[in-house]
């Protein structure tokens, strides 16, 4: 179905106006993260190499429901392009009950906790470290689950502004209880690193709290009907559970895959090396986290044009999303490439962690235009349901073409992060290339997620 004629930059500035509040919004846990390892990392680097492994893995393990209900933002978008605004809210809520199976998660992990991280044979410190920290991160998976089922409804309906002040109130409280309860000021106990896991999970719990409290609120119930629109439908939870499952375990393989390449491969290698790519992996996320905000931007702008039936303006959306993403990942890789070994300096004065540190920033100022399109397409995928092909070409590209090159090039060929970083530069290109062909090739044009009719 072709577009109707529209005004020129129409859609750059569709993009940008739902773009700019996502990504302030999603600096929530990226900030986060970024605030715990600069104060943690006055401690001393077996805090800092414990802070970047723990934190990814309670990532990892909550990101499978996490991505369940990030489709959210799938079904609610494409019903509000039906005109059906009631559905909107029904989908945010059988969310939010998905969300509640993330304490089963926490019930699972925490007994398992110690046989994960001494598998990875860091040192004895560290591994202690990381288990003191993961533990109580642990507390926070239902949270972030719930607040990401609300965030989606609030992107879907072109509100993403709200989810961004709630973020940066979550983030100044952050900020705030990592200073009190990391070095015990004010009266508050002396925590350590500990203190940064509590701070992060009450914070993420704020928001939460916030979030609900506005989607019920007069005015959304008025429109959307919020508050009588909370029974459990087991109908819209398997049709979201349908198109979310694929998307929640493609996040949970890509996190893994990653969580497997700092812990078990970059972490072999010592300590300092650990540190030196935790450091920088804070950094590349504040890069991905423009793009990432494009991402969670594109799903329901996509959505909401399939659901009016404008299949060449929600493929034009995307690409102009893509576009402006790879002019932001490539200008802020190359300042991260320049400025790395001062960036790097700012978590540890160690020569070694800054000297890896940095050159692990070169190859991401290398494969940053490429990882753009990755992000900004998976979300524009989502968007029209197409979760199941997304799933498949994460679990060759994570286990068949990641993991085997970075141990290829940093063990037997003996380069060790440097090599590892290598391995996954070639990854990320060759997942470029791949969800480039999926999108350009439109089979997710035929996708009724309602329907469940897939072609």
């Known amino acids: 179905m072709s577009s109707e004629t529209e005004p020129k930059y129409a859609g750059l500035k569709e993009v940008m106006s739902m773009s700019w509040p996502i990504m302030l919004a999603s600096m929530s846990f990226v900030v986060m993260d970024f605030v715990d390892k600069y104060f943690v990392a006055s401690l001393g680097k077996d805090h800092l190499a414990a802070i970047g492994s723990a934190g990814i893995w309670s990532y990892t393990l909550s990101m499978f429901v996490i991505g369940v209900v990030t489709c959210v933002s799938t079904f609610a978008s494409q019903s509000l392009g039906r ?22 998660v926490f019930f699972l992990m925490i007994p398992g906790t110690p046989i994960l991280f001494n598998a990875m ?4 410190e ?5 288990i003191d920290y993961f533990n109580i991160r642990m507390y926070g998976v239902v949270f972030v689950a719930w607040q990401t089922a609300v965030s989606s409804f609030f992107f879907s309906i072109e509100r993403p502004k709200i989810p961004m002040y709630i973020s940066l109130l979550g983030n100044l409280t952050n900020i705030v209880l990592d200073y009190l309860l990391v070095f015990g000021k004010f009266g508050f106990p002396e925590l350590g690193i500990e203190g940064a896991a509590y701070a992060t999970v009450i914070s993420i719990f704020a928001q939460m709290v916030i979030l609900q409290w506005i989607f019920m609120s007069k005015s959304y ?6 508050r009588s629109t909370f029974s459990f439908d087991w109908g819209k939870v398997k049709e979201l559970f349908k198109i979310g499952w694929p998307s929640g375990l493609s996040g949970f393989i890509d996190i893994t895959n990653w969580s497997v390449f700092t812990s078990f491969i970059i972490g072999s290698f010592g300590t300092e090396q650990l540190a030196a790519n935790g450091a920088a992996i804070n950094y590349m996320h504040i890069m991905f986290m423009p793009v990432m905000a494009m991402n969670n931007a594109i799903a329901p702008i996509v959505g909401q044009w399939i659901g009016k039936g404008d299949i060449l303006r929600a493929k034009a959306r995307a690409y102009t999303a893509t576009k402006v993403g790879m002019v932001i990942m490539l200008s802020m890789g190359i300042l991260l490439a320049i400025y790395g070994e001062f960036l790097i300096g700012l978590f540890s004065d160690d ?13 991401g100022a290398v494969f940053a235009l490429f990882d753009a399109v990755n992000i900004v397409l998976s979300g524009a995928l989502r968007g029209a349901g197409d979760t199941y092909w997304m799933l498949i070409a994460l679990l060759i590209g994570s286990w068949g073409v990641n993991i085997p090159l970075a141990w290829i090039f940093s063990t037997p060929l003996g380069l060790e992060a440097k090599g590892a970083w290598i391995g996954a530069t070639i990854y990320i290109i060759f997942m470029s290339v791949l969800y480039l062909h999926r999108f350009h090739g439109e089979k997710w044009r035929h996708i009724d997620i309602f329907n469940k009719n897939e072609a």
């Open 126 to 130: 560290v591994t202690q470290l990381e």
């Open 351 to 363: 020569a070694e962690v800054i000297r890896v540190g940095h050159t692990l920033l070169i190859f």
């Open 221 to 226: 119930n008025k429109e959307y009907h919020t």
């Open 83 to 104: 005109n059906n605004k009631p559905d909107a809210a029904r989908y945010t809520w059988q969310g939010i009950y998905i969300s509640l199976s993330a304490i089963l």
């Open 121 to 124: 044979n860091h040192s004895p």
